[in-house]
């Protein structure tokens, strides 16, 4: 089912395993091929990512490949140990 992005945005983002993530700022979106490549966050200072973003006030992107449900909330896989891969300190 299509989804449209300004349904995507401000919807809150939690883990499969219910730990608050953040909130969708901003969607990214490669045009050419009409598909969504992540979900921009914020609210980042609130959530289990708190301590492994360098500036939680920052926004962090979540690939999109990560979402494993979306409906009133977003559901993503939880990070490992050390946060998601990609984020950096």
């Known amino acids: 089912m299509p989804i449209r992005v300004k349904d995507i945005l401000d919807k809150h983002v939690y883990t499969t395993k219910a730990m608050y993530v953040g909130k969708v700022y901003d969607v990214m979106v490669d045009v050419e091929n009409g598909v969504i490549k992540g979900l921009i966050l914020s609210d980042i200072s609130k959530g289990c990512l708190k301590d492994f973003v ?35 300190r």
């Open 54 to 88: 360098s500036d939680p006030t920052k926004k962090v992107v979540i690939p999109y490949g990560l979402i494993t449900a979306i409906g009133n909330i977003i559901l993503v896989k939880p990070p490992a140990e050390n946060g998601y891969s990609f984020l950096k």
